[in-house]
């Protein structure tokens, strides 16, 4: 996939370096020609230095035959600039990382509706682990009412042995509650099926409405 990530800082450099590696190709713009310049030297990535939010940079950068634009930079305004440019250009998929919650609805209105916010990914991931110390990593989905979170299944849990559609069909079993994923201990990842076994040291990845969070847990973690 050809992907053009607009903005070089931390977190667009981790994504970009991330998508290399799985073999995108992919091109970032910065206005900083140095933060360019280590881009190409060390990441191997192609790097034009300008502003993303200008037409004729974006042009310069082949954003007509992007499949994904990612605008990362500093400030909403220039992000939202990028997005619309990149859809005038017809690209595929448009994202955007937002910083204030308040361009939400103006994003919406511009058409985009790729949005990431960290800092809603922060609260949802923080707040999970502050309420319940089992939960190992966890963000909130849709409108923060429901959340997805991963535990680890301790050995002496009553749910061991146990399919999936067995412990669905307990009564202590959250009804909002799906299984999301099985992690084995040896790394293997499983896609849930009524048949799959719970075993000990297993990560399970569910996702439940926040209010029903600890009664799963309870039913999963406990004796």
Do not use: W
């Amino acid at each position: 996939m050809r992907i053009l990530i607009a903005g070089a800082g931390r977190a667009g450099l981790s994504v970009a370096g991330y998508l290399t590696t799985a073999g995108h190709l992919v091109t970032v713009i910065d206005r900083d020609p140095l933060v360019c310049a280590r881009v190409k030297d060390q990441l191997g990535i192609v790097a034009l230095a300008g502003d993303a939010a200008d037409s004729a940079i974006l042009t310069e950068a082949e954003v007509r035959h992007a499949e994904a634009v990612v605008a990362m930079l500093h400030r909403d305004a220039d992000n939202l600039a990028v997005a619309s440019l990149a859809k005038l250009a017809q690209v595929p998929r448009v994202m955007v990382r937002m910083r204030d919650p308040e361009y939400r609805p103006v994003y919406l209105a511009a058409g985009v509706t790729r949005i990431l916010s960290e800092t809603e990914i922060f609260i949802g991931s923080l707040a999970a682990a502050i309420e319940h110390d089992a939960v190992l990593h966890a963000m909130l989905l849709g409108n923060g009412e429901s959340v997805a979170f991963e535990i680890l299944i301790p050995e002496t849990s009553r749910v061991v042995g146990r399919s999936v559609s067995e412990i669905a069909a307990m009564p202590e079993f959250p009804k909002s509650c799906v299984f999301a994923g099985l992690y084995k201990p040896d790394g293997a990842v499983e896609g849930p099926r009524g048949a799959s076994v719970i075993v000990g040291g297993m990560t399970v990845l569910i996702v439940a409405l926040r209010n029903e969070v600890k009664r799963a847990l309870a039913l999963l973690i406990e004796k």
